[in-house]
């Protein structure tokens, strides 16, 4: 936990990194920060959960999630009991801030901007300024073991591909409706697709994207 003048001060982006960190003299960990991101939504979104059902729906082996929640409680995040792994206080105050920032994932039909069987879409709240082409949300994808990404940004209340004129509102109306429905996407929010061979590696590939570009943005 990040103490600034004896105040509590919850950095997101630092903690899901430090999460990830290899505690010595011990093995590395074999998550990433989208697997942090998606544990937080888990206990978020239950309150309290047991560690077996967490590494089912992590889809982590049940060492992988120790390691991911000994990391949690290091970092003052998570509190456990005989009824489960629930939220600290500070944990609760990470959470609230990572929901400001970055929504949970929805599944989205195949088109052709997608890049796999399945695909998971996440929205990232203001951060269009930090979009270059696009190539570096999918090339992080790619990185952490998904087919692809594709990234829209919202502006002039329409979904566009980075600094192309194409809007999906004309080209693909039924996708753009569903997007801005599920969504609710307000100016300069972008929403990365995430492709994959399953579910879960389709919405790794996305998160993994989201959490780059939330660091280029800051």
């Known amino acids: ?18 999460v990830t960190r290899k505690i010595a003299p011990g093995p590395a960990p074999s998550f990433n920060e989208a697997h942090v991101v998606k544990a937080l939504e888990l206990i978020g979104d239950h309150g309290k959960i047991g560690r077996i059902r967490l590494s089912k729906e992590l889809g982590l082996g049940e060492g992988a999630t120790r390691t991911l929640l000994k990391h949690l409680r290091t970092e003052g995040i998570t509190q456990s009991s005989r009824s489960g792994i629930s939220f600290s206080e500070e944990g609760q105050q990470l959470f609230s801030d990572l929901r400001s920032k970055l929504s949970e994932g929805a599944e989205v039909a195949r088109s052709s901007l997608t890049f796999g069987p399945f695909n998971i879409a996440v929205l990232v709240r203001d951060s269009a300024k930090a979009v270059g082409s696009g190539m570096e949300q999918r090339d992080i994808a790619i990185k952490s073991g998904a087919s692809g990404a594709t990234t829209l940004v919202f502006s002039d209340n329409k979904l566009s591909l980075p600094a192309q004129e194409e809007n999906l509102c004309e080209s693909m109306p039924e996708l753009h409706k569903k997007l801005v429905s599920r969504f609710n996407p307000k100016e300069n929010d972008v929403i990365i697709v995430g492709c994959g061979e399953n579910k879960d590696i389709a919405e790794i590939g996305a998160k993994m994207a989201a959490i780059q570009l939330l660091k280029s943005k800051e």
């Open 1 to 18: 936990m990040l103490i600034y003048d004896g105040v509590s001060t919850l950095n997101l982006l630092e903690i899901i990194e430090s």
